[in-house]
């Protein structure tokens, strides 16, 4: 059966009806007569020993409201109670108070709580054994450490437990937002490269289209062969980014899960599978030219297997250069790829068109070669030099010969 709500833990129904017990405990007591514990005066009427006892159920009242309010008014109930022989009541009432003090109570309480009780039980022993003139006496201090030093040792003990348990929830909650933090950042990184990726698989092949669409659109008077060669070069560059994007779209799903999107063979329109490395530069440098770019080609060095990153990092960096030429340039290109012991270095010059406005572009081809030359801890420069456009990548092969 569960308890109503004003009753959970932490409320001040509870601490209100644990007052109420303790003094209910209290009366029965009193009313058995077990009071005083020491007959210091035989004549104390037995109902002055009552508002100690309601003092220090007050006090069990206000322990996790006012911590010290409720030691303090607890202490002096007791100091009462002793005075006038000491009630067994009050007494018990009292341990409670001192173990919520130790509890509820700020740190520096409980620390001085401790010295207090165990010096007490030490003047106890002495008091007791000087009293009775005997051994025997030392019980007194017995009675001390059961009264006082008990109570608060255990308090602190719950105290600490309960301190270690808050550390370990809020490190969990710390931990837990970490991970979402980085959850997040995991995500923001893939939607980068996602990005990237898609910008280079759609937005280059479209330029082609684009400048081809427009030279039809635009010069008046195109015979049927100007045409023809120009619809190829659109068809071409369209179906090669659609494979492209199917195959990003295949990389990006999980094994298996196809859909029936990857490319049929029977599908004439469908070329063979795109892979994007920098030994695919002939096909990308011959789709180029197909689309108007002229370009030279040099090769420096013995041509060798790259890591997959710098690989693709590679083709796509010739890409989106070849591509920018196509798009602002006077229709020629150089690329050089020099195949070095611990790197390969991408150079791509072409000269640049004035007083010309080519189509628009939002810059996010630069940021997308930087971004992957510096995840690969390579080197890259791209700018006018010479009235040319200027683009040299060195990514490193993490070889060293």
Not at 302 to 323: F, N
Not at 342 to 371: C, F, Q
Request: with cysteine.
């Amino acid at each position: 059966m569960r308890a109503p709500p004003w009753l959970d833990s932490g409320t001040l129904g509870r601490d209100l009806v644990l007052a109420g017990a303790s003094l209910a405990g209290g009366l029965v007591l009193h009313a058995l007569g077990w009071q005083p514990q020491v007959r210091p005066d035989g004549n104390v009427p037995s109902a002055l020993f009552l508002p100690p006892l309601v003092a220090v159920c007050v006090a069990v009242g206000l322990r996790r409201v006012a911590p010290r309010a409720s030691l303090a008014v607890g202490t002096g109930a007791l100091v009462v109670d002793t005075a006038l022989g000491s009630s067994l009541g009050t007494v018990l009432v009292y341990t409670q108070v001192l173990y919520d003090a130790c509890v509820y109570g700020p740190p520096r309480l409980w620390r001085w709580l401790l010295r207090i009780t165990v010096a007490l039980s030490l003047v106890g022993v002495v008091v007791g054994v000087l009293g009775y003139g005997q051994w025997r006496g030392a019980a007194l201090g017995v009675l001390v450490v059961l009264a006082g030093v008990l109570p608060v040792l255990t308090g602190i003990s719950v105290r600490q437990y309960r301190d270690q348990a808050a550390a370990e929830r809020a490190r969990a909650e710390q931990t837990a937002r970490l991970v979402e933090l980085d959850r997040r950042q995991a995500v923001s990184a893939e939607r980068a490269r996602m990005a990237r990726e898609l910008h280079d698989v759609v937005a280059n092949h479209l330029s082609a289209v684009a400048i081809h669409a427009t030279a039809v659109l635009s010069v008046p008077g195109l015979d049927r062969g100007q045409v023809e060669s120009a619809l190829r070069v659109i068809r071409e560059s369209s179906v090669q980014g659609l494979a492209e994007m199917r195959q990003m779209i295949e990389v990006l799903r999980e094994p298996g899960a196809t859909g029936g999107s990857a490319p049929s063979g029977d599908d004439p329109a469908a070329p063979e599978v795109v892979t994007a490395r920098l030994a695919e530069a002939d096909g990308l440098v011959e789709r180029v030219r197909a689309a108007g770019l002229a370009v030279r080609v040099r090769t420096d060095g013995t041509p060798g297997p790259l890591p997959v990153a710098v690989d693709l990092a590679a083709y796509r960096i010739v890409q989106e250069s070849l591509t920018n030429a196509l798009k602002h340039g006077t229709g020629e290109a150089d690329l050089t790829i020099a195949y070095g012991s611990a790197e390969v270095v991408l150079t791509v010059e072409n000269p640049v068109r004035r007083h010309w406005v080519g189509l628009p572009g939002a810059g996010a081809g630069l940021i997308g070669m930087r971004e992957r030359t510096t995840l690969l801890a390579g080197r890259i420069t791209a700018g006018p030099q010479d009235g040319r456009w200027l683009v040299r990548a060195a990514l490193p092969t993490g070889e060293v010969g």
